[in-house]
Nanobody, 124 residues
Framework: QVQLVESGGGLVQAGDSLRLSCVVS????????MGWFRQAPGKEREFVAA????????YYGDSVKGRFTISRDNAKSTVYLQMNSLEPEDTDIYYC?????????????????WGQGTQVTVSS
C-alpha cells in the first residue's frame, strides 16, 4: 500500500520559515504527481501547492503564491514544501497527497493517497 508520511511542522512566529517533508513508500514515487493541502477545524481542505512528475511544472494556491515553494527529489521519494514569511492565517494541518491520474491539480479528488498530516501553528 502506498504510504505518505509528513514531517517538519511546528510552532513558529509570524515571519518565520518552515520546510515540510513528505516521504512516499509502497510505490514508484516518480509515477505520482504530488500535492500539498491544508485544513483548519471545521473547514474543507484547501489547495496549497502541487508538482508534476518532475520539478519542471508546479502550481500554487493564491494565498501562498510567492511565499511557498514545492519541490521533489525522486531519488529520495520525497516532496518538500518550503514555507517563508509565515502568517497566522497559515495555521493549519498540512497534508501531502499523491496522484497517478491527475486532472485538476487544485482539486482534492485528483489525489488517491494522503498522509496523516503535520501541524503548523503560526503565532502573531
Amino acid at each position: 500500500q502506498v504510504q505518505l508520511v509528513e514531517s517538519g511542522g511546528g510552532l513558529v512566529q509570524a515571519g518565520d520559515s518552515l520546510r515540510l517533508s513528505c516521504v512516499v513508500s509502497g510505490g514508484a514515487f516518480s509515477n505520482y504527481a504530488m500535492g500539498w493541502f491544508r485544513q483548519a477545524p471545521g473547514k474543507e481542505r484547501e489547495f496549497v501547492a502541487a508538482i508534476k512528475w518532475s520539478n519542471s511544472s508546479s502550481y500554487y494556491g493564491d494565498s501562498v503564491k510567492g511565499r511557498f515553494t514545492i519541490s521533489r527529489d525522486n531519488a529520495k521519494s520525497t516532496v518538500y514544501l518550503q514555507m517563508n514569511s509565515l502568517e497566522p492565517e497559515d495555521t493549519d494541518i498540512y497534508y501531502c497527497a499523491a496522484s497517478r491520474v491527475w486532472s485538476v491539480p487544485s482539486q482534492k479528488d485528483s489525489y488517491a493517497f494522503w498522509g496523516q498530516g503535520t501541524q503548523v501553528t503560526v503565532s502573531s
